[in-house]
């Protein structure tokens, strides 16, 4: 899902994210707002729990949930993966199936958009009164954040994701590939990617049809972007209150 105006190589797409990302990182570093972009993201984490909490008892869907919540939007750091992404971008355009690069594509995009939204909310967080409750410090900095085009392109990228996901695991030779590259991608110190791509692999195979779950996930995430978008503000953030509180 590359724009119109990005580079043809799915190399140079992949790597120009993820300098994108290493640059909000060193930014927020530098300039003392890393503590709260952590403090969003554990947020975010804790609504999307919520938010799929049944998704995540229900054995059928339980993987590919945790799959999304962990690889796509978790609080823990990517820099790890990210690094050996950026290392190997080229053999994944030269080695692998067009569908594999496009969807180190759509996952360095995805990274790339949830960091600079993230970041953008930390600076207007820290704008807020310090004794607003966290859900009333959200919804007012989802609002001055704006870019709702960026969190609509952000949803839309996930759920291209998914559906490359499912048309590769009907794929039997990758998965037997991937199974053979563990031990000389531990050994060239590609594990975290190794994990992802696996993880990914196995939470879509046990899944079957992922049509109507993602269907399900497009459902409610636009549901959260129009009422944080467009609600009035105190109903959002006593929503949002409610949802955080279902969290486990």
């Not at 970041?119 to 807020?128: K, P």
């Not at 079957?208 to 636009?222: K, P, V, Y």
């Amino acid at each position: 899902m590359a724009s119109e105006d990005a580079p043809t190589s799915a190399a140079a797409r992949i790597r120009g994210h993820l300098e994108s990302v290493a640059h909000l990182h060193a930014q927020a570093q530098a300039s003392g707002f890393a503590a709260a972009v952590h403090q969003v993201k554990q947020l975010q984490a804790r609504r999307f729990r919520a938010t799929y909490g049944d998704f995540l008892h229900d054995r059928r869907h339980a993987a590919a949930t945790r799959f999304f919540l962990e690889e796509l939007y978790g609080e823990h750091d990517f820099a790890e993966r990210d690094a050996q992404f950026g290392r190997i971008a080229g053999a994944i355009e030269r080695l692998f199936p067009q569908a594999v690069s496009q969807l180190a594509v759509d996952l360095a995009e995805t990274h790339a958009l949830t960091e600079g939204l993230d970041h953008d909310l930390a600076r207007h967080w820290l704008e807020q009164a310090p004794g607003a409750g966290a859900a009333e410090r959200y919804v007012n900095s989802w609002r001055l954040t704006g870019d709702r085009h960026l969190r609509e392109r952000q949803l839309a990228v996930v759920q291209h994701m998914g559906t490359e996901l499912q048309q590769l695991t009907r794929k039997k030779s990758l998965r037997l590939a991937l199974k053979m590259m563990r031990g000389p991608a531990q050994a060239a110190g590609m594990g975290a990617l190794q994990r992802f791509l696996e993880n990914g692999f196995d939470a879509f195979a046990s899944l079957g049809d992922a049509s109507a779950f993602l269907a399900e996930i497009a459902r409610r995430e636009q549901h959260w972007i129009g009422q944080l978008f467009e609600a009035d503000p105190a109903r959002c953030a006593a929503a949002l209150a409610d949802e955080l509180a279902r969290a486990p």
